[in-house]
């Protein structure tokens, strides 16, 4: 059984940054999984921010955090980091990793696609 660790979340002031992990275990080949990064803002359905592919490590974000966030990951450690550069204050979320192994690249922004989940790390933005 495939187990998402996100931590990282903090309160930081509108301009700053934050670095988000993503950790998984469970006896899985990590690097056969593509690794997302959702966020739910308050009363606002969960939203796609970015995802890593398998084993290229191709990645793709969505348009409202392009040039500001940049995913990345360690095999090695079985991690996916979410490096968050000039936040905003609409940045405020819950931010979530996700796993899949099935998933098709196009399909990456729709939550239902992707098999398992973390718990979530709080992000509050402060303007």
């Known amino acids: 059984e495939v187990q998402l660790q996100a931590s990282g979340g903090g309160l930081v002031q509108s301009g700053g940054s934050l670095r988000l992990s993503c950790v998984a275990s469970?006896?899985?080949?990590?690097?056969?999984?593509?690794i997302g990064w959702f966020r739910q803002r308050p009363g606002q359905a969960r939203e796609a921010v970015s995802c890593?592919?398998?084993?290229?490590?191709?990645?793709t974000y969505a348009d409202f955090v392009k040039g500001r966030f940049t995913i990345s990951r360690d095999n090695g450690k079985n991690a996916v980091y979410l490096q968050m550069n000039s936040l905003k204050a609409e940045d405020t979320a819950v931010y979530y990793c996700?796993?899949?192994?099935?998933?098709?690249?196009?399909?990456?922004?729709?939550?239902?696609?992707?098999?398992?989940w973390g718990q979530g790390t709080q992000v509050t933005v402060s303007s």
């Open positions: 996700a796993a899949s192994g099935t998933i098709i690249a196009s399909s990456w922004f729709n939550s239902v696609h992707w098999s398992y």
């Open positions: 469970g006896g899985f080949t990590f690097d056969e999984y593509m």
């Open positions: 890593i592919g398998s084993r290229d490590g191709s990645t």
